[in-house]
Each structure stands twice: as structure tokens, then as C-alpha cells.
């Protein structure tokens, strides 16, 4: 489906948030814009809906006219939005990601999550052996960067034992802890040589 008067129709709106909204009704490409939209009314709800709100925003001078506009305008921008694909040229190309390594982000519930959270965050029994496990069946969970800033406050644990299991999953987990341990450390007012 080719979603370019969508996109002009976009284009064509945010110009009118520029210039004002009351001179919607004269604005000829907006029209042509609308236009556009008309043949893809008959293909989903949503485009008729579209179309509709565009024909009341460039045929009527009531005062709900803003509304309409900022109505059509989100309703817009969420249909391309999850329509939304991303390449160049012809062709769908695999995306670039940021990401150094592929196990920046694991697709893990909460509650295998949320063991670890309580025994690095909580007070009680039974944390040490929670950690423990983890270490030795599911090592690779410690990846995971959501869990990097609970590990980080177990370093302040009352528990040495905990404390220890927390420094050796830190400096097991990839580089570029260092800079986080320290920027918590001297959060807590710890002296520069605790690093």
C-alpha cells in the first residue's frame, strides 16, 4: 500500500500548525491532500475517518475546528506510526542497531526477573541462595542492563557474602560497568578510592 498521500497529508498539517488554522480552508494543497485520502476511504475505517475529519477541517469555520485539526492530526501520525516500515531504495534492509552486542536486550518476564530484584534489593533470607542459582544455571540473565543498576545497589549490602556475588557478576558481565559502579559510588558519597 502506498502511503505517500498519507504522508503529504501529514506534511500538509503540520505546515497549517505553522501558520495558523484558520487558514486551513484556503490552503489549496490541503485540499489536494485530502483529496488524495479520499480513494483509501473506502479500503479501512480509519482512512474513511480520516478523510472525514480532513473534509470538516477545510470545510467549516466552527469554532471546534482546533480539536478537529489536533484529532486528525494524532489519529494521522498513530496510523503511520504502526504502519510504518523502514528501508531505502526498493528493498527492506536489516536495521543498524546502536547496540555493541546482540545481548544488550534479552526477552526475559519479570519473573525471571524479579527474583534477582528482590535479592539484590530487599532484606530477608534465602536472597544468597536466589543469586547463587542464578549464577550457576542462568548466568547469562546478568546481561540483561535492567538488572545492572540493581546488582550495582547490592554492592551496598549488609551481607559480605552478597556484596561479593554482586562485585564478581559485575566484573563478569561485558565492559563498561566501570563507568556506572564508580558514578554510583561517588553518588553515595563514598571517597574516590573506593574504586
Known sequence: M???PLYELKNRLENVAVVGINLAKDDFRLQRAVEQVKEYSTVAKVF??????????I?????????????LLALLDAVLC???TTYSGEKPQEIK????????????HYSELSPLIYAFTENGGGRLFIIQDAIDNNSEIFNDFRLKSYMIKGLSDKYSEIVNLAN???KKTKKGNNSIVKRWIFSQGWKRNAC
Open 48 to 57: 474513511k475517518q480520516i478523510y472525514d475529519m480532513g473534509q470538516k477541517l
Open 2 to 4: 502506498n502511503f505517500e
Open 82 to 84: 504502526t504502519q510504518a
Open 97 to 108: 542497531s546502536i547496540a555493541k552486542n546482540k545481548d544488550f536486550y534479552k526477552e526475559l
Open 168 to 170: 564478581k557478576t559485575i
Open 59 to 71: 470545510s467549516t469555520d466552527a469554532e471546534d475546528k482546533c480539536d478537529i485539526f489536533l484529532d
